[in-house]
């Protein structure tokens, strides 16, 4: 890996993180993971069986620990008391695993993250012992407070969760990644792979994405495509972008040397 993702101390080739929610079934869910190319695979606690249930197919089946960095999440959390209950139980289920995923939600129509109760729920898990990872709004000052509680990793939103309406405030995300000292992962809105490749642009470190996978026509197709832009998306970073020029033209090819217009031909 010449170009890792560094999470917790840990290196990842892949900068495209995915969920597992939403697909027709857990077959599906392997299938377009496999064409993601995604090494972190988040996981809703309170709503995929990884052994809670007793009887049901269990999505490890599928996806093991051994193959894949799983991300237990707190989707469908709105107090750090739940999402912290969440995790914990998260820990027992997969043998003590410590890195996860902290989002405390607002309201159950725009899932706009609740940023006191994350807060209150950073600290109590860091303190804890795990490795936080943590949805937040584009709130660079948050963010900054966020980090200085030690999660490993900050997540802003694009835009709403599953809305697909792309990165609708650059600027802010712009702010956080300047400020940040832990990876920078853009989580919740990216709806197609332009929205993932500008994340990478603009100095992410890496994209999350969930729904733009599990409810495109053909996910699997779509897997494959959102892991093409996140790989165009950072080598443009790393490459340096031209400046932008408004009203000032300049030629692609060289002049020196050009035939001048008129000019009379030679014998």
């Known amino acids: 890996m010449q170009d890792p993702l560094i999470i917790a101390g840990k290196a990842y080739a892949s900068r495209l993180l995915v969920g597992t929610g939403k697909y027709k079934d857990f077959a599906e869910t392997r299938e377009a993971i496999d064409a993601s190319g995604a090494q972190i695979i988040t996981v809703a606690i309170r709503r995929t069986n990884i052994g809670q249930t007793a009887g049901e197919p269990s999505l490890l089946e599928y996806l093991p620990p051994s193959q894949f960095t799983l991300l237990p999440n707190t989707a469908g959390c709105y107090t750090a008391d739940?999402?912290?209950?969440?995790?914990?139980?998260?820990?027992?289920?997969?043998d003590g695993h410590d890195l996860v995923k902290l989002e405390v939600?607002?309201?159950?129509?725009?899932?706009y993250p609740n940023m006191p109760e994350t807060l209150e729920?950073?600290?109590?898990?860091?303190?804890?012992?795990?490795?936080?990872?943590?949805?937040?709004?584009?709130?660079?000052?948050?963010?900054?407070?966020?980090?200085?509680?030690?999660?490993?990793?900050?997540?802003?939103?694009?835009?709403?969760?599953g809305s697909g309406m792309g990165i609708l405030n650059p600027w802010n995300l712009q702010l956080i990644i300047d400020a940040a000292k832990v990876p920078v992962v853009v989580d919740a809105g990216v709806g197609t792979a332009s929205d993932a490749a500008i994340a990478m642009e603009l100095g992410c470190d890496a994209?999350?994405?969930?729904?733009?996978?599990?409810?495109?026509?053909?996910?699997?197709?779509?897997?494959?495509?959102?892991?093409?832009?996140?790989?165009?998306?950072?080598?443009?970073?790393?490459?340096?972008?031209?400046?932008?020029?408004?009203?000032?033209?300049v030629p692609s090819s060289p002049v020196g040397g050009m035939i001048a217009a008129g000019a009379p031909k030679t014998a």
């Open 121 to 161: 729920a950073a600290k109590t898990l860091v303190k804890d012992g795990f490795k936080v990872m943590v949805y937040c709004a584009d709130d660079p000052i948050q963010a900054k407070m966020l980090e200085d509680i030690g999660c490993v990793a900050i997540m802003p939103l694009a835009s709403l969760i």
């Open 207 to 249: 994209v999350l994405m969930n729904t733009a996978v599990a409810k495109a026509q053909d996910p699997v197709l779509m897997a494959g495509a959102m892991k093409k832009a996140v790989e165009a998306g950072r080598e443009a970073f790393l490459a340096g972008r031209m400046p932008r020029k408004l009203y000032s033209a």
């Open 82 to 94: 739940d999402a912290v209950r969440t995790l914990r139980l998260a820990r027992e289920l997969l």
């Open 105 to 111: 939600l607002g309201d159950p129509q725009s899932l």
